[in-house]
T-cell receptor, first 116, second 114 residues
């Protein structure tokens, strides 16, 4: 079984400032890692994913995340946020076990609010 | 346009009145699933389907049914809705049932049971 912890339920930040959204996970098996974004009244959209290889992954809209296996973390960063980045962000994992299906285990979400 | 559609988007109903939320994808995806989203709990999987006629329970299946008679459709059925099923529901699909595949989400169905 897996679990995902997003420590910050809300993160306020001024426009053009950098931001980091934290995500930690626990799992008894190897996992794949994802960040999804949910804009108001919309479904979830994939920002980026880590499957293997380089631990720094880049996604859409200037976001990036770094996988740290020793700390079981997958923090999301953006060097300069825009007002349009205001949304809820979900970290999620799925396991690499064959036949385990494609179930995503989600964190509780972080609401990013960008202010002028 | 590749998409997952859900209907209805909003639904208010009363306890015990059977309802169905439809989900359809046009990407020929094998894997489909249903999640519910509740404040402070994130999204939790209700049921999933690896392919036609193959369905299985997720983490919170109680009170729900599903069927997969066609590849593109995966309806969620609440036979006797109760207030604790008031939630935001999302359907998702991916090309296969392995964990490395991106899931595509529908726009959501907000259900209120009174």
């Amino acid at each position: 079984a897996q679990s995902v912890t997003q420590l910050d339920s809300q993160v306020p930040v001024f426009e053009e400032a950098p931001v980091e959204l934290r995500c930690n996970y626990s799992s008894s098996v190897s996992v794949y890692l994802f960040w999804y974004v949910q804009y108001p009244n919309q479904g979830l959209q994939l920002l980026l994913k880590y499957l293997s290889g380089s631990t720094l992954v880049k996604g859409i809209n200037g976001f990036e995340a770094e996988f740290n296996k020793s700390q079981t973390s997958f923090h999301l960063r953006k060097p300069s946020v825009h007002i349009s980045d205001t949304a809820e962000y979900f970290c999620a994992v799925s396991d690499q076990v064959t036949g385990g299906g494609n179930k995503l285990t989600f964190g509780t979400g972080t609401q990013l609010k960008v202010e002028l | 346009e590749a998409q997952v559609t859900q209907n209805p988007r909003y639904l208010i109903t009363v306890t015990g009145k059977k309802l169905t939320v439809t989900c359809s994808q046009n990407m020929n995806h094998e894997y489909m699933s249903w999640y519910r989203q509740d404040p402070g709990l994130g999204l939790r999987q209700i049921y999933y389907s690896m392919n036609v006629e193959v369905t299985d329970k997720g983490d919170v299946p109680e009170g729900y049914k599903v069927s997969r008679k066609e590849k593109r459709n995966f309806p969620l059925i609440l036979e006797s809705p109760s207030p604790n099923q008031t939630s935001l529901y999302f359907c998702a699909s991916s090309s296969s049932g392995t964990g490395d595949n991106e899931q595509y989400f529908g726009p959501g169905t907000r259900l209120t049971v009174t």
